[in-house]
């Protein structure tokens, strides 16, 4: 069995080393350089005897090898379909702000929420991904596109809060100040609303930005897209929300994905503003509208133009703050999941 050291902690990698015999600076050196995303190969001030231990032990760095690259025309976005070493295919996208580089990496192969607009979930969860198969992704594209990233979203392929324990271990890991030292405010994880996970994220200590994808405020509606919300009805999932917020004090954002005649009406828009401000007393609520990406295995089509402005007034108006996304990457269609599943049926 290999062992990926990749996102091992100092203390982790000097007993590998000390087990194997190798003096601590070793650890120090090999750490330093797991620190910037380096192959093994690369580690050019560590001794051939020492590497071929490690490799011999069946300790590895296993880096995401990038199989695709495409970049936006209109506005720089890049997306990068990666190949594991089990033959999987994950995603990545770079987009580019004023602010710097804005990554949004995947963290399952698959999914298996089985939202009904969403193309991530159309063939069901393959595995997790490892913690190094997460900051990987990060690794990889700031080789590919020559820019550091500072901020993170992990919108990518995958429920990050069904893949718990390897996400935290990623966003400690590229948290660290000697390595690619992310802040956690510049970290945005969403979730299509595990309550059980929101519990547990609330006591890690971690300030980064929850966002709860949303899309639908009445639960029997909810419940026909995005069947989570058998699980966990909409009210528990705001409550759990509004102890998020009291707990943490951090601000959390809703997504609302507008689908054409299934939750983009004014009366949606009125409930919405009605049931966020009931739960969510006192905490500042943000909502970002999203025009929904056609997915050509679904049936679901965007809301119009039109439907959407209009519904963003009406959410304005009741005092919530709405705002809609700009589309990214039109041409490279750089919304998740499709290059995965275009190189996975091949
Ligand atoms: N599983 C997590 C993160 C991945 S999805 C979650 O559900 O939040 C990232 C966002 O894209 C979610 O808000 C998701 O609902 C949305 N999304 C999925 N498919 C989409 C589509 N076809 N068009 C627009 N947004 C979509």
Redesign the pocket.
Known sequence: MATDILTMTYDEILSVVTDLGFPAFRAKQLYQWLNKGAQLSEMNNLPKAFKDALTENGYVVDLPKIEKKLVSQVDGTVKLLFSLSDGQYIESVVMKYEHGNTICVSCQAG?R?G?K????TLRGLSRNLTPSEIIGQIFMAQRSVGERISNIV???????LDNYDNVIRFLRTVNREEGLNIGYRHISL???GLVDGIKKLEKEQLPITL???L?NIDTEQRKTIMPITNKWSVEELLTACAEYFKATGRRISF?Y?LIANENDSISQAEELAKGLKKFLRGMPIHVNL??????SE?S?K?SSQKNVEAFKNRLNALGINATVRRRLGPDINA???QLRLNAQEQ
């Open positions: 999914c929420m939202c607009f969403c193309a991530s992990m919108m990518g392929i995958g429920e990050p969403s979730t299509c966002s709860i994808s899309h997504e994905t999203i025009p929904l990406n056609d997915v679904r679901f965007k919304s998740c999941g």
